[in-house]
């Protein structure tokens, strides 16, 4: 699906979400740890979980 945001890959898509505070702060901090963006560390999680659901 093409998209039309000049600043969003073919492959992605933007999407908004809303999340409890003090959850995003440890993400944050994990991110940081980890040396990845606060997206790409919810990124990094979610992908995980999708894994270990394949792996049931």
């Known amino acids: 699906m093409?998209?039309?945001d000049p600043f969003t890959r073919d492959d992605q898509t933007r999407?908004?979400?809303?999340?409890n505070?003090?959850?995003l702060e440890k993400i944050?901090?994990?991110a940081e740890k980890s040396k990845r963006s606060t997206a790409k560390q919810i990124e990094f999680i979610l992908e995980q979980y999708i894994?270990?659901?394949s792996a049931e």
Not at 15 to 19: A, G, H, K, L, P
Request: net charge positive; no cysteine; hydrophobic share 45%.
């Open 2 to 4: 093409k998209n039309n």
């Open 15 to 19: 999407f908004t979400m809303r999340i």
């Open 21 to 23: 505070s003090e959850l």
């Open 28 to 30: 944050k901090i994990e």
């Open 51 to 53: 894994a270990a659901l």
